[in-house]
T-cell receptor
Framework: EAQVTQNPRYLITVTGKKLTVTCSQN?????MSWYRQDPGLGLRQIYY???????DKGDVPEGYKVSRKEKRNFPLILESPSPNQTSLYFC???????????????FGNGTRLTVT | AQTVTQSQPEMSVQEAETVTLSCTYD???????LFWYKQPPSRQMILVIR??????QNATENRFSVNFQKAAKSFSLKISDSQLGDAAMYFC??????????????FGTGTRLKVLA
């Protein structure tokens, strides 16, 4: 089944304890991206990747890191989480993002992160 | 910078009736793509419909259609014959085309749709 798999679905952690949220897609998509969803703010893009070893900042990259060493994986790293990073996080992928291509985003099921 | 505005935080519709959700955006680009996504209580994000800016014809997917007004920078979603399963949060999204050199997605703040039986 074609899908984007995010893990974990729920995570509670403490301030300053490094964590990684994993994201994997099995559709050979070039484009992958991370979003956070907060009430009243909608989804905001954190980072995106056009392909292996190509990443760029979205609108809210501060406090986050990403890497794209393999095409299928795009982990989100919080090196020193803070309470303001408590949010619902989504990973998403699409076939590509450039050119005359209207391929939509395919989303993972989300990760609810709480930082205390 | 591009922006997407959904001015209706919440809407209600009677089952079997028609409802229109509004979305406006601001951009200086001529080539871009617009999407509507649905997020039911399960929190999954599901594509509803998409529109290419270079196409004048409004997109349609079964009971869902858009009214794309490029000059007015408006991209509203019409849901006909509303069903209980349409109850969800709806997000409008903008994506730049190749000419911009950036591949960011900009989402609106969402409209929560309630369907009344």
């Amino acid at each position: 089944e074609a899908q984007v798999t995010q893990n974990p679905r729920y995570l509670i952690t403490v301030t300053g304890k490094k964590l990684t949220v994993t994201c994997s897609q099995n559709m050979n998509h070039e484009y992958m991206s991370w979003y956070r969803q907060d009430p009243g703010l909608g989804l905001r893009q954190i980072y995106y990747s056009m392909n292996v070893e190509v990443t760029d900042k979205g609108d809210v990259p501060e406090g986050y890191k990403v890497s794209r060493k393999e095409k299928r994986n795009f982990p989100l790293i919080l090196e020193s989480p803070s309470p303001n990073q408590t949010s619902l996080y989504f990973c998403a992928s699409s076939l590509r993002a450039g050119g005359r291509d209207n391929s939509p985003l395919h989303f993972g099921n989300g990760t609810r992160l709480t930082v205390t | 910078a591009q922006t997407v505005t959904q001015s209706q935080p919440e809407m209600s519709v009677q089952e079997a009736e028609t409802v229109t959700l509004s979305c406006t955006y601001d951009t200086s680009e001529s080539d871009y793509y617009l999407f509507w996504y649905k997020q039911p209580p399960s929190r999954q994000m599901i594509l509803v419909i998409r529109q290419e800016a270079y196409k004048q014809q409004n997109a349609t997917e079964n009971r869902f259609s858009v009214n794309f007004q490029k000059a007015a920078k408006s991209f509203s979603l019409k849901i006909s014959d509303s069903q209980l399963g349409d109850a969800a949060m709806y997000f409008c999204a903008y994506r730049s085309g190749r000419a911009s050199g950036t591949y960011k997605y900009i989402f609106g703040t969402g409209t929560r749709l309630k369907v009344l039986a």
